[in-house]
């Protein structure tokens, strides 16, 4: 019996992005050996994107969606729990889930195949990509467990000295290198239906934008799971500088989701973590006051205390 793959794709004012991916997928479906269906989550586009998508679903019966109503507001991760749940609707007996974005495309067309066999190792959660943009530059594809000294030092210098940085340990599976990372990025993402359901997907509540594949990925490794990244090239996120409003506040949101992140994932005591936080964060603001910086990084500092002050109240 051919496995049941649902492809997701979250969707927000992004339709050239999104006709680009659809396009790849109808090319690329038929050559991968699996039942599969499309589900497009739409957020409450206003560029076009629902006359395309109802376009698709007549045209192919594949093609499946979801779409924001009556101006209510979708988050990534409630459009991933959205999508993911309408998926298992139609397939209850749904194997595999792969979370693909409007900025994402398969350039080579082994790599969906070589991930599903990949991930039938019952200890596997979940398979990345080591992906690239489009002039072939290979990117980040996921990090190791976040640190208390990796959130102290900044997520800028974090990278530079390495601190979170996936360890280089490829292994040959066949004929493919693959290589442990405790957090992958959703870009694609292939992930076991049987471990989604058992951590109950995306925690929507607490990182609705930053962070909610690193919490997901956790959640993984939690439930006794490993997380895999497969070593291929053609895989692409690229979003060609297209951003969106999901975009726009993308540092305050990383900073506030980090600090979550850390404090749901370490254990680390509320009092004593939200002190260490508010020092943090004050030490940064004086810091940036005395060296001149953008108007912008201490506006984010002094949002960035409020928020945790409030929360410490």
């Known amino acids: 019996m051919r496995k049941r793959l649902a492809i997701v794709i979250n969707s927000f004012n992004r339709l050239s992005l999104l006709k680009n991916c659809i396009a790849n997928l109808i090319e690329l479906m038929p050559q991968v050996s699996v039942d599969y269906l499309i589900m497009i989550v739409d957020a409450g586009s206003d560029d076009d994107s629902l006359l395309y998508i109802e376009d698709c679903r007549q045209k192919h019966d594949f093609i499946f969606s979801e779409i924001a109503k009556n101006g209510e507001s979708i988050s990534f991760s409630e ?3 959205i999508g993911v749940n309408a998926s298992l609707k139609l397939y209850p007996d749904l194997d595999d889930i792969l979370l693909f974005e409007t900025d994402n495309y398969f350039k080579n067309s082994a790599a969906l195949s070589n991930a599903l ?3 039938e190792d019952p200890n596997y959660a979940c398979v990345g990509f080591t992906v690239e943009k489009y002039d072939g530059k290979k990117i980040t594809y996921g990090n ?14 974090s990278k530079k ?3 979170e940085q996936v360890k280089d340990s490829w292994q040959t599976t066949g004929n493919v290198r693959v290589n442990k990372s405790a957090i992958i990025f959703t870009s694609p993402l292939l992930i076991k239906a049987k471990a989604w359901k058992e951590v109950g997907g995306m925690d929507s509540k607490i990182f609705p934008f930053s962070d909610s594949d690193a919490d997901l990925c956790l959640s993984f490794l939690k439930a006794g799971y490993t997380n895999m990244v497969l070593d291929t090239p053609g895989v692409i996120h690229d979003n060609k500088n297209q951003s969106s409003a999901w975009s726009q506040k993308r540092v305050i949101d990383y ?13 680390t005591p509320p009092l004593l973590f939200q002190t260490f936080i508010i020092i943090k964060y004050s030490i940064e603001l004086l810091g940036g006051r005395l ?12 949002t960035l205390l409020r928020y945790h002050f409030n929360r410490s109240n």
């Open 291 to 302: 060296l001149s910086k953008p108007q912008e990084y201490i506006n984010s500092r002094k």
């Open 144 to 157: 190791t467990k976040p640190t208390l000294l990796g959130f102290l030092i900044g997520q800028t210098l």
């Open 117 to 119: 066999a990949i991930i």
């Open 161 to 163: 000295f390495g601190f």
């Open 79 to 81: 459009g991933c729990n």
């Open 255 to 267: 900073h506030i989701a980090h600090s979550l992140l850390l404090k749901k994932h370490l254990s």
